[in-house]
């Protein structure tokens, strides 16, 4: 097989939970851009109609369903609309998730339960209800999890305060683990990756006036940027990744390092 077949996306559909903007939509426009057709999650039914339309600018086919992936008892209605309208899943992003800043002493309870709900057991539904409905009886399936440099070890203090992201990050990086060995059976690989600081509203939040230290620990002197995860995106929905399963990969520009 060709190395841009190992690539190619064409006849496949994937869902990117989040995907209206940020991250989430960057790893859209990368799957659309190899040929997938999109099925786009999000709480907000407006940022989901810019997305679509953006999409459609670029000639990338995606629709959009209203979803809070923070509330599990509404994932198995929207998947079985999603999968009734494409046909089968192919591909899944996990990339729908929420981050909390606050001191460990003084960390609310409600915030645990709001990230763990979403950036944990939200993403484990998904994964099931692909896993189950689609993935294992098609023979073939790829699982991302976008999990976090938080999710592979502790941030520094200094630069933010957020142990029930980090927890439920490396929680993920667990479960992504798990859902590999068990799976991988089936044609299914399930991999994460592991953003370090990208500009998005929700590292604006984590960040505050510490941006500096960021860039002072990161051997690239820069931030994330809006191609920087697209290659390992399309890598890991694709063929070419059919024997990398489990890992968990940092884009991060080397910041794990210092």
Not at 51 to 64: D, F, N, Q, S, Y
């Amino acid at each position: 097989m060709s190395v841009k077949k190992l690539f190619d996306l064409s006849g496949r559909t994937a869902i990117v939970t989040g995907g209206s903007r940020g991250l989430g939509l960057q790893i859209a426009e990368a799957l659309g851009e190899m040929g997938a057709k999109l099925a786009l999650t999000a709480r907000k039914k407006n940022e989901l109609d810019g997305a679509v339309a953006h999409l459609a600018k670029t000639g990338i086919e995606a629709r959009a369903w209203v979803c809070d992936i923070g509330k599990r008892e509404t994932i198995p209605g929207v998947f079985d609309q999603i999968l009734a309208a494409s046909g089968r899943v192919d591909i899944l992003v996990n990339n729908a998730g929420a981050v909390w800043a606050a001191p460990a002493e003084d960390h609310p309870l409600e915030a645990w339960d709001k990230l763990v709900n979403l950036n944990l057991i939200g993403g484990f539904v998904m994964a099931q209800q692909a896993a189950t409905k689609s993935m294992i009886p098609g023979k073939w399936g790829r699982i991302v999890n976008v999990a976090s440099i938080a999710g592979l070890m502790a941030s520094d203090p200094a630069v933010v305060k957020t142990v029930s992201y980090n927890a439920t990050k490396h929680a993920v990086v667990g479960m992504t683990k798990q859902l590999a060995a068990e799976w991988g059976r089936h044609g299914i690989t399930v991999n994460a990756i592991c953003p370090g600081f990208f500009p998005s509203t929700m590292t604006n939040v984590m960040l505050g006036a510490t941006g500096d230290l960021v860039l002072k620990g990161t051997p690239t002197g820069r931030l994330g940027g809006p191609e920087d995860l697209k290659g390992l995106a399309v890598l890991l929905a694709s063929e070419a990744s059919r024997h990398i399963t489990g890992q968990a990969i940092a884009v991060d520009g080397g910041a794990m390092l210092i």
